[in-house]
């Protein structure tokens, strides 16, 4: 039973940007804090962002300065706005809520010319 729905993934050159959406209208969202993990094939799953329920916010090192991760509780949707992307940020990407361990299918971001 699909709990977290992504989308906004696709292709991208370099330097361009994307905004992935990721709702959760069947989960309790407000008391959620929400992660966004992103996996290349053959690695592990990487914490990218993470938003608090009570709005703290942190990043990874590799996405510190392009990425901003934010939340609106009355739409239960987490997003991910990806500025300056590079081609190492080509992954699919992955939103989450730690509290009851619920991920989403994943969406596709390729960044390259």
């Known amino acids: 039973q699909v709990q977290l729905v992504e989308c906004g993934g696709g292709l991208v050159q370099p330097g361009g940007s994307l905004r992935l959406s990721c709702a959760g209208p069947?989960?309790?969202?407000?008391?959620?804090?929400m992660n966004w993990y992103r996996q290349t094939p053959g690695k592990e799953r990487e914490l990218v962002a993470t938003?608090?329920?009570?709005?703290?916010?942190n990043y990874a090192d590799s996405v510190q300065g392009r990425f901003t991760i934010s939340r609106d509780n009355a739409k239960k949707t987490v997003y991910l706005q990806m500025n300056s992307l590079k081609p190492e940020d080509t992954a699919v990407y992955y939103c989450?809520?730690?509290?009851?361990?619920?991920w989403g299918q994943g969406t596709q971001v390729t960044v390259s010319s």
């Open positions: 989450n809520s730690p509290q009851g361990n619920i």
């Open positions: 069947q989960i309790a969202f407000s008391l959620s804090d």
């Open positions: 938003i608090t329920l009570g709005g703290s916010i």
